[in-house]
């Protein structure tokens, strides 16, 4: 134990680390350390290193083998940043039958796996999964506006085979929207994380706001996919407006990552074009459940638009706005 006298200067308190505790930590002049408040007052300090290290484990007792919640939990703690989940289960439940479950459950999270099985349950824990959430954002934008593309394709075309593998990327979206969620919950949590890098907590705000758009119009483009599937062609007005939601979702996807005001000024007009087309498509197509996943695709277009402008505004922060 070491005592300390506190110090002022300029009206801030500070007391000096100890030299021994700092050199075990490898800590230097702008290290980073966490400072905590206990509930009894105490303070703790924690370096950099230990903070991210520090791992997050979930115990799940599984009695009755209800494998929609067990999902949910699952995909719910591997969101929030979980590092291990131990899964233990009742004597009436097979354990082959669990473990081909979630077999298929890890095949939409990155990076959980299960490390090892016991006769009354199983462990996942994350193996690795590298911190760069702009490039995962760039990935989905780019997979569901291929989707888009060539679902563009598969209606003018009645093409079958094209809408069917369309409907096969799903699960690549919905792997890629759940590393998103991931990433995002780690940094909220810990924003030690973000250090060296140029995203703040906002930038992390936008991408999961806009990842869960970009999922939502994945979900929806394979929704049409299979309405195209099931009746061999769609109403010929869907075509047209697919080709307008792909031009204006590619200039999406461009504002979001720039920090040019006046390119994407325009796209707000744009939003007001879309906004007009979804109130006519009513009157112009039959078909309730074409009508239903053409105005959500529209719809989220200019959700996800609404937040590239504001990712822009915020990149822009501090200097000068030319109009």
Not at 168 to 190: A, F, G, Q, W
Request: proline share 2%; glycine share 4%.
């Amino acid at each position: 134990m070491s005592i300390r006298k506190i110090q002022e200067v300029k009206g801030s308190y500070y007391v000096y680390l100890l030299k021994d505790w700092c050199n075990k930590n490898n800590l230097k002049a702008n290290s980073l350390v966490k400072l905590e408040e206990l509930p009894d007052g105490s303070l703790v300090v924690k370096p950099h290193e230990k903070i991210i290290k520090e791992k997050s484990i979930f115990k799940i007792n599984v009695e009755n083998l209800d494998l929609k919640i067990l999902k949910q939990i699952i995909k719910a703690v591997y969101a929030i940043g979980a590092d291990i989940v131990e899964i233990k289960v009742g004597k009436n439940i097979k354990l082959f039958e669990l473990t081909e479950f979630i077999i298929k459950i890890l095949a939409t999270l990155p990076g959980l796996e299960i490390v090892e099985e016991f006769k009354d349950g199983v462990k996942l824990q994350n193996t690795g999964l590298g911190f760069d959430l702009p490039v995962v954002i760039r990935k989905l934008f780019t997979t569901v506006y291929s989707m888009l593309s060539s679902l563009s394709e598969a209606v003018k075309n009645n093409d079958i085979k094209l809408a069917e593998s369309i409907i096969n990327r799903d699960t690549e979206v919905d792997r890629n929207y759940m590393i998103v969620e991931r990433l995002s919950h780690l940094c909220v949590k810990n924003p030690f994380l973000l250090w060296g890098s140029n995203i703040t907590i906002i930038d992390i705000l936008h991408f999961n706001i806009a990842g869960k758009y970009i999922e939502r119009i994945g979900d929806h483009i394979v929704g049409l996919a299979y309405e195209l599937v099931e009746k061999g062609k769609l109403d010929g007005n869907i075509s047209e407006l697919i080709v307008s939601v792909i031009s204006f979702y590619e200039k999406t996807n461009q504002i979001f990552f720039t920090k040019n005001f006046k390119e994407a000024t325009p796209l707000l007009n744009q939003c007001e074009i879309l906004e007009d087309n979804i109130k006519r498509i009513f009157s112009s197509i039959e078909d309730r459940m074409q009508v239903f996943h053409i105005r959500r695709i529209m719809r989220y277009c200019i959700d996800l638009a609404q937040i590239a402008y504001y990712q822009m505004l915020n990149k822009l922060a501090g200097t000068p706005i030319e109009l």
